[in-house]
């Protein structure tokens, strides 16, 4: 069956950098637009970056261009996020994102805190 599962969350200072991955099974990755999305505590999950199949590009939320790079690897079938400068304001529980047609699945979600 469909599998994502998400690492690479912590606490970090403002200012710093992480690396988020997702590691997927179950599904025609290749040809999967894969996404991140957030939720910040108390508010409503957001898209904050995408990839799409067959190298035709990645799109970012605007609180994050700039700073944060989607990235894939479809023979290991990994999902990275990489975040530079991070703001307080990033401090969300980050999950990974498939769509396949019909098919859409969640992962688990990593908790990311920016705190000094």
């Known amino acids: 069956q469909v599998q994502l599962v998400e690492s690479g969350g912590g606490l970090v200072q403002p200012g710093e950098s992480l690396r988020l991955s997702c590691a997927a099974s179950?599904?025609?990755?290749?040809?999967?637009?894969m996404s991140w999305y957030r939720q910040p505590p108390g508010k409503e999950r957001e898209l904050v970056a995408t990839?799409?199949?067959?190298?035709?590009?990645?799109n970012y939320a605007d609180s994050v261009k700039g700073r944060f790079t989607i990235s894939r690897d479809d023979a290991k079938k990994m999902v990275y996020l990489q975040m530079n400068s991070l703001k307080p304001e990033d401090t969300a529980v980050y999950f990974c994102?498939?769509?396949?047609?019909?098919?859409?699945?969640w992962g688990q979600g990593t908790q990311v805190t920016v705190s000094s």
């Open positions: 994102h498939v769509r396949l047609f019909a098919v859409t699945s």
């Open positions: 179950g599904f025609a990755f290749s040809l999967s637009t």
């Open positions: 990839s799409m199949p067959s190298s035709r590009g990645t």
